[in-house]
């Protein structure tokens, strides 16, 4: 997702994305000062009921994951799916595809957190694999 200005770091978009049920709002970006060529970002996904995100994958950046509240199906490249609850989280390293990742409910709501340290000139973090799906960052 394309949220944030790479010249002053700010978040360019404080407004969240809501597709299909799934709202995604950038909470920050900070450089980091002990390792200037990367930053973290942080984006929070809410789920409605049996909502999901199409398998895609976080460019260059290493990401962790924890589920603040339901439960969430996860799963990476070629592994079977987990169902992750609140206080529990999960990894992804770079270059990794997010093969699936939706609510593990059909009718409460989730809501995760996911944090990325990425290169500095890095845009986009959640980028579709299908082609019939957008770049995120068309979502603003």
Known sequence: MSWVDD???????????KNDGTTIEALFS???PNAPTLKTVCLKVSYDGGAFTPRHRHGNAFVTAVVLSGSVESAVNDEE??????????TENPGDIHSHSRNASETEPAVFIATFIAPIDQEEF?????????VASEAK
């Open 7 to 17: 010249t002053t770091h700010e978040l360019t978009s404080s407004n969240p994305t």
């Open 30 to 32: 900070y450089p980091l």
């Open 81 to 90: 799916p987990k169902t992750y609850g609140a206080g529990e989280s999960w």
């Open 126 to 134: 959640v980028i579709f694999d299908c082609p019939a799906c957008k």
